[in-house]
């Protein structure tokens, strides 16, 4: 058997979708480093910021139950705005020195590493709609 064909293995979940497991690292970031903001941000930043981030992943997974390729990348573009949400409020955290400059060019560096994942999502995902 081709080589290629036993390395490739079916997406049969979402947490298969490797836009779905940085997308899930960067929710863990955002949710450790919350911790540390100010108490009065609890129901402000903090609770925007991981509304935000688990909406990303959330959005993946349910767009990749969907059957059509339209209502898949409806799914997957609420999650896309979902990021570039989180990465305003990561600026403005960043801007009132919530975060060191350190800790955001980790999470913005995991934040555009998922990004650039959900759009070669949606692009795969057009790509299918035109071969059927």
């Known amino acids: 058997m081709n ?11 979402f947490t298969d979708l490797i836009a779905w497991q940085e997308g899930h690292k960067l929710v863990l970031l955002i949710y450790q480093i919350t911790k540390d903001f100010p108490k009065e941000e609890i129901y402000g930043l903090i609770s925007q910021m991981r509304r935000a981030a688990v909406s990303i992943t959330s959005n993946l997974a349910e767009g990749f139950s969907r059957r059509s390729s339209k209502d898949k990348n409806n799914f997957y573009t609420m999650s896309l705005t979902s990021l570039i949400e989180l990465q305003n409020q990561l600026l403005i955290s960043k801007d009132v020195s919530y975060l060191t400059k350190e800790t955001f060019l980790k999470i913005a560096d995991q934040s555009v590493t998922t990004q650039k994942l959900i759009l070669g999502l949606m692009r795969a995902t057009r790509i299918k709609k035109y071969e059927s």
């Open 3 to 13: 080589q290629e064909v036993e390395n490739f293995k079916k997406i049969a979940k």
